[in-house]
């Protein structure tokens, strides 16, 4: 008990500068029960860098919405060595997932917590393709990690759909995205995987993606580590889905 204490207040100083909960506020037991949960125990399982986890964590608060966590946890991110693109690269990435609503919403949270930290806005542009080259580029990315599924699977929809809607996937989600600088493949697809598990009723796409990012150079014992570092943020019925969706494809690739 007394080196997970010890942990967690080691932990949370580094992340947020600051002691964990004592005997102030309303509900000193729940957050210490939390904090010493979090920062105590699941911070210290796997091979993740903090800055991992802090951008696994911005990731989750921005799918669920839970403004006022994430704008401490981009607090923590700078903390621990997440550079301001990172995380809003993090936090952009999100929006073919959760939508551009949800996405603003993250990424105001986001901006007030770097203004109070003296960061400029906007900060640098991160975009590496012309808007008539979004295709090309998208497709050079997906085709490698995902192939040509999507337009597989929808074939048999009218012309119009069975052609934007696997076209719009290409364009949308890996041209304007994932042909960004300021983070890597390898980190993006972690963070993919992590984005999908977070939203629950998405096992087939956590199943696709996970192959996904073990493709872009995520090793499987990464990809657990990021999951469960999710689970204190995204609640343990989405982790044990995600393994779940994680073992199908690994059963797959082994086969």
Request: hydrophobic share 45%.
């Amino acid at each position: 008990m007394e080196d997970r204490i010890q942990r967690c207040a080691e932990k949370f100083g580094i992340l947020f500068g600051a002691a964990p909960a004592g005997e102030e506020g309303t509900d000193p037991e729940f957050m210490k029960i939390l904090q010493r949960f979090i920062f105590g125990e699941v911070c210290y399982v796997g091979e993740l860098s903090d800055a991992d986890r802090e951008l696994v964590t911005v990731t989750v608060l921005a799918v669920n919405q839970t403004l006022p966590q994430l704008k401490a946890h981009v607090g923590a991110a700078l903390n621990v060595g997440c550079t301001p693109v990172e995380i809003r690269e993090a936090i952009y990435q999100c929006a073919p997932f959760i939508g551009f609503p949800k996405t603003l919403n993250a990424i105001a949270a986001m901006n007030e917590a770097f203004t109070a930290a003296g960061i400029a806005l906007p900060l640098p542009a991160q975009g590496t393709v012309e808007d008539a080259e979004r295709y090309e580029a998208g497709l050079a990315l997906q085709a490698p990690l995902y192939g040509e599924e999507i337009a597989e699977r929808y074939q048999d929809l009218p012309p119009v759909y069975a052609e934007a809607i696997p076209r719009f996937l290409t364009e949308f989600a890996f041209g304007d995205f994932a042909t960004r600088a300021g983070l890597d493949c390898a980190r993006r697809e972690l963070l993919n995987v992590v984005t999908l598990a977070a939203l629950g009723g998405a096992d087939l796409q956590v199943k696709a993606h996970v192959q996904g990012a073990e493709k872009a150079g995520n090793s499987r014992e990464r990809i657990l580590a990021a999951l469960l570092h999710a689970m204190p943020y995204m609640g343990i019925p989405r982790l044990f889905n995600a393994l779940n969706a994680a073992r199908e494809a690994w059963k797959e690739e082994n086969a």
